[in-house]
């Protein structure tokens, strides 16, 4: 009886960990940061940094979604190079008028490289004419976004404790820049069984938004995307002003809230066979609303209770994120999948950005209870959006 053949090493998929990792830490890492970010670059700058990082995310893989006709995955290559520019770039930002501006670009370059990196790297794993090494590799993309969540945000707020907040990014350039040429040869060659531009036939946006699904879909995307973008990225100042917390402890709440999608995802899609997904994206919207105002209770400025609160409004996120992502893809048009993608991107990285910038002086002018009260009135009305999306359900005599 001859043994089992022995798996071989992965190359791909051990790429694709590090590379979902790098993208994901740097992605989470400032909203825990930016009291430091205060201290050190000053309110201003501290302030504009996320809805920077989102403005950045929307624009850029909207327009190469657009204008990309090659096969997407050797767009990693440049776009971690990018990645690594914009974390060295912020690296080098100074608490001066030069300095706000310059680290403002830099976030906007980084979500720039990230938003490119996100469909590029899942278009890498599904190059694999295999499916059981395709599905690893997917399986291995997930696993290092989860992973950032869990040991990146914790690791880089030690980090910028013990040696400044610019320190983490210093490092995410440095491993930008290693996986960027490690892509130039791992992504090179083979065969590609995606397609990474533009379709050959084109849908106008007219006729994509004649579908009640895509025009009430993206409007729940924008309307949510702005309801968590504002306690998300208040919180740790709130923490912060009125806990007296420090870096640490808040990038452990950041961690508390960030095992959401562990505990969630294993029962999502059976939620989402047995709701449909307008009714998901619905219900997890509406049920956002009650932690989230929750947060903004002087009781929850503790610690435990803030990150309790944090973990429970993000698994209503990932409910109403998987019903939402499940209604856009049955709202996409067939042939012109990418470009319809592309613009449901763009409405929820400018939902991001906007809700960001309305929390700096919402939080400033009136507490924190005023940001989660935005959130939640917010969610509440995406969720509505979300379940006007569904198709009205024709009689059996078809009228």
């Known amino acids: 009886m001859s043994a089992a053949p022995k798996r071989s090493f992965d190359p791909a998929s051990a790429f694709l960990f590090v590379a979902s990792f790098v993208q994901a830490a740097d992605n989470h890492l400032v909203n825990p940061l930016l009291p430091e970010f205060e201290r050190t670059l000053g309110a201003a700058a501290a302030d504009r940094l996320p809805q920077s990082y989102a403005l950045g995310a929307a624009v850029l893989p909207f327009l190469v979604a657009l204008l990309w006709k090659a096969r997407a995955r050797l767009l990693i290559a440049p776009a971690f190079a990018l990645h690594a520019a914009a974390a060295f770039v912020f690296y080098g930002a100074e608490a001066d008028q030069a300095g706000i501006w310059r680290g403002a670009i830099a976030r906007a370059m980084a979500g720039a490289a990230s938003g490119v990196l996100s469909f ?6 599904a190059d694999a004419a295999d499916p059981t090494a395709r599905s690893r590799r997917i399986a291995f993309q997930t696993a290092g976004f989860t992973s950032a969540l869990v040991l990146g ?3 880089g707020a030690w980090l910028a404790a013990t040696f400044g907040p610019r320190v983490p990014f210093a490092g995410v350039g440095l491993f930008g820049a290693v996986l960027a040429m490690i892509a130039v040869r791992l992504t090179g060659g083979g065969t590609a069984a995606t397609d990474a531009g533009p379709p050959a036939i084109r849908t106008p946006f007219r006729k994509m938004l004649a ?3 895509a025009l009430f879909g993206l409007g729940a995307v924008f309307l949510v995307g702005a309801a968590v973008a504002g306690p998300a990225s208040r919180l740790g100042l709130r923490l912060h002003e009125d806990e007296g917390a420090g870096t640490i402890d808040i990038g452990f709440v950041y961690l508390a809230a960030g095992l959401a999608p562990i505990a969630v995802m ?4 059976r939620l989402l066979r047995l709701t449909g997904a307008a009714e998901l994206a619905a219900y997890g919207s509406v049920a956002f609303a009650a932690p989230a105002l929750l947060m903004g209770l002087p009781f929850a400025a503790g610690l435990k209770p803030a990150g309790a609160l944090f973990f429970v409004a993000l698994v209503c996120d990932v ?3 998987t019903g939402l992502q499940s209604l856009m893809a049955e709202a996409a048009p067939e042939a ?7 613009v449901r991107g763009l409405v929820a990285q400018t939902g991001l950005a906007i809700g960001a910038e309305v929390a700096v002086p919402l939080h400033r002018g009136s507490g924190f209870f005023a940001v989660c009260a935005m959130g939640a009135a917010l969610s509440v009305a995406g969720g ?10 024709k009689d ?4």
């Open 153 to 155: 945000v914790p690791l």
């Open 384 to 393: 509505l959006l979300a379940r006007a999306a569904k198709p009205p359900v």
């Open 211 to 213: 579908d009640r699904r």
């Open 319 to 321: 409910l109403r994120r």
């Open 336 to 342: 012109d999948r990418a470009r319809f993608l592309a």
């Open 120 to 125: 590029a790297l899942l278009s890498f794993a």
């Open 266 to 269: 294993p029962f999502a899609g």
């Open 396 to 399: 059996t005599d078809g009228k």
